[in-house]
């Protein structure tokens, strides 16, 4: 079982389409979008941890742990250390953020299927609001 961590943003979509796609196979995908976008982003933390995943939020509002999408066909889904030795340059501006875990990354270039609605997650502080 892996994880899709969120905000509400993208929910309505993802619940009615019932698929987690890459960023860029979103509709209003731009160009020069960064290149984490060309992933789905997973994890195998059930409790998630903010920074160990990166969703700090650092420069957006959302809360990125809102929401929890349960992914059970990880077929396509490899882990980010695996993939990440194809993008060097990449793997050296994530990994480094403070308290990254990226052995809790697992990544997908193709859509993934999701079987049953966000879970509403409580915030953990209020920080998290
Ligand atoms: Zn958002």
Redesign the pocket.
Same mark, same amino acid.
């Given at each position: 079982m892996l994880y899709h961590y969120t /905000? $509400?943003? $993208?929910i309505e979509g993802i619940n009615e389409q019932r698929v987690l796609l890459p960023g860029d196979q979103l509709p209003m995908a731009q160009l020069n979008m960064p290149w984490t976008t060309q992933f789905v982003w997973l994890t195998d933390m059930a409790v998630p941890d903010r920074a160990s995943l990166g969703l700090t939020s650092n420069f957006?509002r /959302?809360d990125?742990l809102r929401y929890c999408y349960l992914v059970t066909e990880t077929a396509e889904v490899h882990p980010w250390s695996v993939v990440a030795r194809d993008f060097p340059e990449l793997r050296g501006q994530i990994e480094q953020a403070q308290g990254a875990r990226p052995a809790h990354w697992f990544v997908s270039r193709t859509p993934v299927p999701v079987h049953m609605p966000a879970v509403h997650r409580i915030p953990e502080s209020v920080m998290d609001r």
């Amino acid at each position: 079982m892996l994880y899709h961590y969120t /905000c $509400s943003h $993208s929910i309505e979509g993802i619940n009615e389409q019932r698929v987690l796609l890459p960023g860029d196979q979103l509709p209003m995908a731009q160009l020069n979008m960064p290149w984490t976008t060309q992933f789905v982003w997973l994890t195998d933390m059930a409790v998630p941890d903010r920074a160990s995943l990166g969703l700090t939020s650092n420069f957006i509002r /959302c809360d990125r742990l809102r929401y929890c999408y349960l992914v059970t066909e990880t077929a396509e889904v490899h882990p980010w250390s695996v993939v990440a030795r194809d993008f060097p340059e990449l793997r050296g501006q994530i990994e480094q953020a403070q308290g990254a875990r990226p052995a809790h990354w697992f990544v997908s270039r193709t859509p993934v299927p999701v079987h049953m609605p966000a879970v509403h997650r409580i915030p953990e502080s209020v920080m998290d609001r």
